[in-house]
């Protein structure tokens, strides 16, 4: 059974203090690993895709990396507005996506 | 990143009655949408897979006469949630890609609903 794990469930973070979430999955064929940011009352926000292990993208404060078996999202030096429930999704094929239960990031200023 | 918008954004309504919710792509042509819903502290759940002009593929356990989905046209698909009764308030939120394995979902910012 396809699974997607997310640790830790929540973390708190002093503005500037560097951290990482991770995501653990298990998936017969990988078809894409999926980052994405929720904030309250919001619908996901698309961050990251990545395909094979070895793949990184980065965007401003974030880093995504891919393995055979988890995914790493690296956030430097955070700032308050990165307060986020971050999700981790993979498509196990016609394009359905199983999401992980989230990482709940609080950054105190 | 692409658009995609849902009406109405919350919703209150009586146990019994039926309400539907609209998923729309604003900015390019969504071949594929998904309807999820999501419990409070609970990750989203897919509960169905809508094709344009095709009727909608649905995950085990949600009910397909309860859980109307219509993907009417390339940029629009509605969910009918018929009789609705309490344990159906939830947060829906629908998604659309271009409808090719590995293509990024694009989500609505979602739709609060509160049966009485």
């Known amino acids: 059974e396809d699974q997607v794990t997310q640790s830790p469930e929540a973390l708190r973070l002093q503005e500037g203090e560097s951290s990482s979430l991770n995501c653990s999955y298990t998936?017969?064929?990988?078809?894409?690993l999926f980052w994405y940011r929720q904030d309250p009352g919001k619908g996901p926000e698309f961050l990251f895709t990545?395909?094979?292990a070895g793949e990184e993208k980065e965007k401003e404060r974030l880093k995504a990396t891919l393995t055979k078996k988890e995914s790493f999202l690296h956030i430097t030096a955070p700032k308050p507005e990165d307060s986020a429930t971050y999700l981790c999704?993979?498509?196990?094929?016609?394009?359905?996506?199983?999401f992980g239960k989230g990482t709940k990031l609080t950054v105190n200023p | 990143g692409a658009v995609v918008s849902q009406h109405p954004s919350r919703v209150i309504c009586k146990s019994g009655t039926s309400v539907k919710i609209e998923c729309r792509s604003l900015?390019?042509?969504?071949?594929?949408m998904f309807w999820y819903r999501q419990f409070p502290k609970q990750s989203l759940m897919l509960m169905a897979t809508s094709n344009e002009g095709s009727k909608a593929t649905y995950e085990q356990g949600v009910e397909k006469d309860k859980f109307l989905i219509n993907h009417a046209s390339l940029t629009l698909s509605t969910l009918t949630v018929t009789s609705a009764h309490p344990e159906d308030s939830s947060f829906y939120i629908c998604?659309?890609?271009?409808?090719?394995?590995?293509?990024?979902?694009?989500f609505g910012p979602g739709t609060r609903l509160l049966v009485l």
């Open positions: 998936v017969s064929g990988l078809r894409g």
């Open positions: 900015d390019f042509q969504a071949t594929t």
């Open positions: 998604s659309a890609s271009i409808g090719l394995e590995g293509e990024t979902q694009y």
């Open positions: 990545l395909y094979s």
């Open positions: 999704a993979v498509e196990r094929g016609s394009e359905k996506l199983v």
